[in-house]
């Protein structure tokens, strides 16, 4: 028989969903490959009301615990497509295939790469995409900032506090200025530590055990620098790939929703920092989460 609703992703957006459902006494199997997303980042959230300063980590494990109390149906692993079958979805992940009659999308959204060599090689072994998270191990170490824009430049000042010396990249010829306050470049721009190198396009991560510096060109000089760490702050990327051609994307990937989170495919709801909806926020998306799933309620009772 088929499924009521299938849930991908179980981020906050994902968790949310699956308590209303659940709640709702829909039969629905939430399918994602971790628990918590990005949500798991982030060092210190003071922003979800009913809870003081927590880590996300820690904000995810009551989440997981309030959901404890209901039987939820779990696959772990990774959506490859979802495609229409008749009047109902056809879901297939690499940890099963499921036949529903609605699916609700919060698959979040990740780090953007570089695509170089020695990125993924690196990759918590000196390399970082959060240098809230990562920051403290590089105290009174040389490190690099790739990204001149808010997640760079919001990176470098966290830094500050932290690192010896900090060399800032960009790519273009010079770094956003206008993507964070006054006060944030003012303080970047006056620290000694803070070197700011632009038109520098990081071409690979060096590295043996650990990383050990990078590689960048500047116009058509190869230089190296040479590092104790790398953060990579160049932006994120929304998990939708598997859903070109499938519900309407705008152009940086995010599915778009109306106000009831329903896609441009009748039946299909999407929630969190994978939509549209501009505020990237762990409220916002356990918001938008219940919400696409009380839509979802109303489309199957409805059909
Ligand atoms: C460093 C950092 C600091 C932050 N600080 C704050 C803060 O202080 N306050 C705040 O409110 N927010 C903060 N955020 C933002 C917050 O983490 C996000 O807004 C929130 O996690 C979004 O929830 P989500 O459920 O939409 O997505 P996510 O948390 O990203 O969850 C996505 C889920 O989808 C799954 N998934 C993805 N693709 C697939 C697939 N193909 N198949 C199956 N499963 C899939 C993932 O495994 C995951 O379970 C921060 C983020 C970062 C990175």
Known sequence: MAYDLVIIG????????CLYAARQKLKFVCIAKDIGGLANFIPEIDTYLGYHYMSGYEL???????????????CIGSVKSIKKRGKNFFVDADCG???AKSV???TGRGFKRLGVDGENEFENRGLSHCAACDGPLFKDKVVAVVGGGKSG????????????????LEKNSKIGENHVSPDIISAIKKS???????????????????VTGLKYKQGEKIKVLNLSGVFVEIGYVPHTDFLRGFVRLNYRGEIIIDKENETSVKGVFAAGDCTDIQ???VIVATGEGAKACMSALTYITEN
């Open 104 to 106: 609700l999308i919060a």
């Open 192 to 210: 000694k530590k803070v070197e700011i190198i632009t038109n520098a396009d990081t071409t690979a991560i060096l590295g043996s055990k650990f």
């Open 279 to 281: 505020e990237k926020q």
């Open 153 to 168: 430049l919001l990176s470098t000042m966290f830094l500050l506090k932290i690192a010896k010396k900090i060399y800032l």
């Open 10 to 17: 179980a981020g906050p957006a994902g968790i949310s969903a």
């Open 97 to 99: 295939k499921y036949d």
């Open 60 to 74: 995810v494990k009551k989440f997981r615990e309030h959901l404890r109390d209901y039987d939820v149906e779990a």
